[in-house]
């Protein structure tokens, strides 16, 4: 398995900024994808991002809202552009395992961001 | 467009009692996972199954994947307070990606 960490690992934001996410890995991986969950609640993709390629974005979210930076096979960024309320929420990545044939996935611990 | 229904949504339980959380599909999938997530902490895998029929145990807890892909169980046997958390379970999609269920929110009282 991976280790995945990320920073930070929680934020008070006021509504109308932006807050940049970052997800490192301790070794080389091809998928990286970021999550948001409301506690308690299952996860919802955000997109996909694979280094070297645009990040492929699910139904609901969209590039000027959720950029993704994916430089190398090591590091993501996830940056939530002109805050909301609505955009408080747990935001998590993951990467794709050793056993990627079963779509296996680690998680990072998450970034707990309150939008005020 | 693949769904999974995850069922019961909550269970509070009493420590020692048995229980199953059921995640059913109208869709085959590949391969299923289980996931537990505990407060402020990112998903942990359990266990992936992906032969139709298999079951696999994990000290006190048992996961089996039906044997036409399409369902999946975790039994957790003499549950403990430890056991409390949010358990995920989730199918392997076309593109790499995994499609989760609601969530199972089990809290286990001593």
């Known amino acids: 398995s991976a280790v995945i960490s990320q920073k930070p690992s929680r934020d008070i934001c006021q509504r109308g900024t932006s807050l940049t996410i970052q997800c490192q890995v301790d070794s080389q991986v091809t998928m990286m994808f970021w999550y948001r969950q409301q506690p308690g609640q299952s996860l919802t993709l955000i997109a996909t991002a694979n280094q070297g390629s645009e990040a492929t974005y699910e139904s609901g979210f969209v590039i000027d809202k959720f950029p993704i930076s994916r430089p190398n096979l090591t590091f993501s960024t996830l940056t939530v552009s002109n805050m909301s309320p609505e955009d408080s929420s747990i935001y998590l990545c993951?990467?794709?395992?050793?056993?990627?044939?079963?779509?296996?996935?680690?998680f990072g611990p998450g970034t707990r961001l309150t939008v005020l | 467009t693949q769904l999974l229904e995850q069922s019961p949504q909550f269970l509070s339980i009493q420590e020692g009692e048995n229980l199953t959380v059921y995640c059913n599909s109208s869709?085959?999938?590949?391969?299923l996972q289980w996931y537990r997530q505990e407060p402020g902490e990112g998903p942990v895998l359990l266990v992936t199954?992906?032969?139709?029929?298999e079951v696999k145990k994990l000290k006190r807890l048992t996961f089996q994947f039906g044997d036409a892909r399409k369902d999946s169980s975790l039994h957790i046997t003499a549950a403990q307070p430890g056991d409390t958390g949010l358990y995920l379970c989730?199918?392997?999609?076309?593109?790499?990606?995994?499609?989760f269920g609601k969530g199972t929110k089990l809290s286990v009282k001593p």
């Open positions: 989730a199918g392997g999609g076309s593109q790499g990606n995994l499609i």
């Open positions: 869709s085959v999938f590949s391969s």
């Open positions: 993951s990467v794709g395992g050793p056993g990627l044939y079963y779509n296996e996935q680690f």
């Open positions: 199954v992906v032969t139709g029929g």
